[in-house]
């Protein structure tokens, strides 16, 4: 097992920003549709056109189980890296279209271990852990200043203090790949919430110049089923994520050991899928029922 040391200095997009005064020809209006596809591409990833961005993240996952006290699990860090492809669609208008990977690595709450395997406290048994190496996980489609049913895209986030805050959940329910022909009788999705916040300067937000944010930073939180691996079955309980992340300039700044891991055993998601990417998106719970697929034709 490998060891990774959580690291504070990359979190540091809370530092304060300071940029030149800006006039109003020189910023974006949010009022505008156009420009409020360029603020909301800004935050997604850069204005430029396969310009990769990478986001680092960490933090813990804890359970719940009823009657229990809440237990941390794992300590988790990972990387998104994404790029956006350029659109134009006669009636929609301007759009980009973001494609992207990531990995997420279990540790040890411990000794920040990268774990190969996890003792379950509730069965007993010793499972093989899968780490998570989701690719791809693009935009479905392309987002345009004209929505499918004509009204103008909007920026919902909020100005205060000079900062911008945006925000979005994601609500999960679709058949899990792990079921069976009968789920429709006794059930089997995959049932889970994803709450992002994203946090910005002002400044870099609105300026028409600027290209992709240096100082964006964020929060991720997820709370879901037991993940499979761990071989719960039907055991009440759910988990949940907590992390916190920021933008990084290139793959090199991914902070180590994180970067050497991924040298090692995951070297693709150091770039981006490719601009033109259709594949299908994966989900953990599909790398889990390869890595179950595999072990089987062993036996």
Known sequence: MKTIVF??????ASALYVGAPATAQDQLDIN???????VQRKFICSRAEGDPTFGYFQGNMFSRVEG??????FKLVGVNVRQCKDYHDPERGKGFRSVSREVMLYLDPETNEVLDTWENPWTGETVKVVHVANDPVNMREPMHVYRKDGTPITFN???KNGRVFSSFNVPLFYKNPLGG???DYIGGTYHAMEMFNDYAYED??????????????????????????????????IMFTATIGARVNTADDIPEPLLSEMKANYPTFLTP??????RKNVTSWMLTKEAIDAERGQE
């Open 273 to 278: 899928p490719p601009l033109d990417d259709d």
């Open 157 to 159: 986030g909020m100005f």
């Open 32 to 38: 505008n549709p156009e420009d409020a596809l360029e």
């Open 7 to 12: 690291s504070a200095a990359v979190l540091a």
């Open 68 to 73: 229990e006290r809440d237990r941390i699990l």
């Open 181 to 183: 022909d009968y789920q």
């Open 204 to 237: 870099e937000v609105l300026d028409r110049e600027n290209m992709k944010l240096s100082q964006l930073s964020f929060s991720w939180t997820r709370v879901a089923d037991w993940l499979p691996w761990m071989k719960m079955g039907d055991r009440i309980g």
